[in-house]
């Protein structure tokens, strides 16, 4: 984060820099959106660091308002805010209900009812410079919650042992920018610029490091999702036979097949049957006499 210094041109140059590196640093997950728009889901992928990046947009422009030469602060930030509702709008489309739930509920509290009591609160409780110093701080905790927001994609390349929901473009360019951000806030002496980004580089390289050691290591699914699947399974033991099938032009195949044996008839069916059979082998009698009768009258 930074803003515009005519007087410092080093301070300037950094601050242009960080403009140029941040663009970026929101383009980045591209790749991640075209990956959901191609698929048409969201596979594992969060939305919860898009939100939190929106919010903490949203005030270092209102930060941008109440200072004076921070052009480039609002600018970047601007711009931010754009492709991070394009972003959270595109996850909306493609999410499932329960995130879908979990994403407007975040927004309504986060960017619309924390949002609005800042604002509300800085304008009727402070003034003046009071009020810049109070809304800073409130930029530097949220700044930082921006970096530690993808603390959940960290445990879950360590729990699955798998890169593919953490790009490294991203985590590079967040490294990064925080590096240069860093150096403008030390030039123009601005904390609430410099303290950010201090733990923003921190993230950064844990996240490459990680990148570094987990991405040619074997994916695992996690204990939970193995148990789920095996509740799906019913496992039912039966006697088998082993039969060879010859294919043209093929070598022939061993396919099982379940033997079929006739259910076993208890005493009680079998008297039943036996008394069926004998009633129906008087009435065969019967009836045979009685055509033997009827010819005897012919």
């Not at 601007?78 to 492709?83: E, H």
């Not at 991203?170 to 201090?198: E, M």
Request: proline share 5%; glycine share 6%.
């Amino acid at each position: 984060m930074a803003g515009l210094s005519l007087q410092h041109p080093l301070a300037f140059a950094f601050g242009l820099l960080g403009n140029v590196i941040s663009f970026m640093t929101y383009l980045a997950p591209l790749p991640t959106f075209y990956r959901i728009y191609k698929n048409k889901s969201t596979e594992s992928f969060q939305s919860v660091p898009y939100v939190v990046a929106l919010f903490s947009a949203m005030l270092w422009i209102y930060y941008a308002l109440l200072k004076s030469d921070e052009c480039l602060l609002i600018t970047i930030n601007s711009a931010g805010c754009v492709i991070e509702t394009l972003y959270i709008a595109l996850y909306l489309t493609y999410a499932p209900k329960k995130a879908k739930l979990f994403t407007a509920k975040l927004l309504l509290l986060l960017n619309v009812g924390v949002f609005g009591l800042i604002l509300l609160l800085t304008l009727l409780l402070s003034a003046g410079q009071n009020r810049v110093v109070i809304l800073g701080w409130v930029c530097v905790g949220f700044s930082v919650s921006v970096f530690v927001a993808p603390l959940s994609i960290i445990h879950q390349v360590v729990r699955t042992r798998s890169v593919e929901f953490m790009p490294f473009s991203l985590s590079l360019s967040l490294t990064v920018s925080a590096v240069v951000w860093f150096l403008y806030g030390l030039l123009i002496k601005d904390k609430y610029v410099a303290l950010p980004n201090v733990l923003g580089f921190t993230f950064g390289v844990i996240q490459m490091g990680l990148y570094a050691i987990y991405r040619n290591a074997t994916p695992r699914v996690p204990a939970k999702e193995e148990a789920d699947d095996k509740e799906d399974i019913v496992v039912v033991k039966v006697p088998e036979h082993v039969v060879t099938i010859a294919k043209l032009g093929a070598p022939a195949a061993e396919l099982k097949t379940h033997e079929v044996r006739p259910a076993m008839a208890t005493p009680m069916e079998e008297a039943g049957s036996e008394n069926d059979k004998a009633v129906a082998k008087q009435e065969n009698g019967t009836v045979a006499g009685k055509g033997d009768n009827d010819g005897d009258q012919v």
